[in-house]
DNA sequence: GATAAACGTTAGTGTGTCCAATGCTATTGT
DNA sequence: ACAATAGCATTGGACACACTAACGTTTATC
């Protein structure tokens, strides 16, 4: 019996996790923080619960996570006028630049993680994974995934 | 700036996590109990320092997982006599039979995981995986790597 | 109008990973 | 031989991510 229990993808994952939220700690952000400006700016405000489904996050994640980015001035809430149940969050210009910030420090590292692979084998590795997330009913459903996948470069996140 | 946040490595990691931890739960077990009875399995027994480094956990964590495996009598502890600082860990025959568990389990679960991949695309798959964690230097030293590296099956572990 | 659903929030759990400090034992250098 | 150094096992703490359960409020549905 001469498994290989490498557990290859946790390791790999746990080694682009701890990658980025090293990079990320030097500006006391966290992934979190990242994936929801980014969902922010890419997709527009949102109620948190309509965030949570976008980003991944669980709803009583969010409310933490949503705290610390507001407190530091990077997104604000709103009471949504037309639904007295729902808060609209909404990227500030700081949060805009954060994001920026957080995007450019994620980018270097998901190079330096990927760095050993050619750009065919990156789209491969993007390729194969996507297929597996899409294949187990990925748990995202709210998702803005069209125009990315149409995208030639193949520069999904990875980590993050 | 169309990005794709998907986090698609940790996204399906996180999924295979999921997976396995869920199923091992059933049995009361947890990944760490797993990579611990199969690498004394795969590898022998070894003083805690060497297991640390064979499977990756962090000796202080190490220490709380054996405990639950001695409990359960899946593995005991002796001092080594020729060196003293030494534990010398053993996978009891319960112990064994359990890893035997656990590990159909697993295969099962990577069976699922990797359901909509074909032989070839799960090669590929396990190949770029491997080939990221071995250029960002595994953090893991004491590895049995080369038996398992030969195999044609590439019937590695993705999670666990 | 009552029942059910969605939303935001709080509190708590589990898993994996890591760090710092302690006490003991071996090894090294002088 | 002895002191300094390094390795080992253990404890206690921390953090990020993910998930569950419960609650009060507001909107939909029957």
Request: hydrophobic share 40%.
């Amino acid at each position: 019996m001469d498994h290989l229990p490498s557990r290859l993808l946790n390791q790999v994952s746990a080694h682009a996790q701890r990658l980025i939220a090293d990079g990320f700690a030097v500006s006391g952000a966290r992934g979190y923080h990242f994936r929801l400006l980014d969902s922010l700016v890419s997709d527009g405000p949102a109620s948190q619960a309509s965030l949570g489904r976008r980003t991944g996050i669980h709803l009583s994640d969010l409310v933490g996570a949503l705290n610390e980015l507001e407190s530091a001035g990077f997104v604000r809430r709103a009471p949504d006028p037309a639904d007295k149940r729902r808060n609209v969050v909404t990227v500030t210009e700081p949060g805009r630049e954060r994001a920026a910030e957080l995007g450019e420090r994620a980018a270097a590292i998901q190079e330096e993680l990927l760095a050993p692979l050619s750009a065919g084998e990156r789209e491969q590795l993007t390729g194969l994974l996507r297929r597996l997330l899409d294949h187990h009913g990925s748990p995202v459903t709210e998702r803005s995934r069209p125009a990315a996948a149409s995208r030639p470069g193949g520069d999904a996140w990875l980590a993050g």
